[in-house]
């Protein structure tokens, strides 16, 4: 089972940082996957909306981890994000934050586990 780790520091930069790093993981994984494609297009943009949310509101250190396995003839990917700050567990405000709206949409599970030591969020996407 292939596997990508990130350190990331807590600003902009870091999202697209890992969005490349995530982009490029998935399509080395499964170089000739015909779905390879729409999965690195999902799993960049969920992990640009974790490593986002991670930046602004969480504290160091933040981390992504990514894996991507053969399950039951699809291609999945699950992607960790962890950082320092703690999160309430409220759903965002209608006048914005619909980051985890977008990763609630294009994954197949999420999980959040939050305390006051950091949050940490497990999205699978599958194809």
Do not use: C, K, Y
Request: charged share 25%; proline share 6%; no cysteine.
């Amino acid at each position: 089972m292939p596997l990508l780790h990130l350190d990331l520091e807590q600003a902009p930069e870091s999202v697209s940082r890992a969005r490349r790093a995530v982009r490029a993981f998935v399509l080395e994984t499964w170089p000739s996957a015909p779905e390879a494609a729409d999965l690195a297009d999902d799993a960049e943009l969920v992990t640009s909306e974790l490593v986002a949310n991670a930046v602004r509101h969480g504290a160091t250190p933040v981390t992504i981890d990514v894996d991507a396995d053969d399950e039951g003839g699809h291609h999945v990917v699950r992607i960790v994000s962890q950082d320092g700050g703690p999160w309430d567990g409220t759903d965002p405000s209608p006048l914005g934050g619909r980051g985890l709206t977008i990763v609630r949409r294009l994954s197949i599970d999420v999980v959040i586990d939050a305390d006051a030591f950091g949050t940490t969020v497990v999205s699978v996407l599958q194809r």
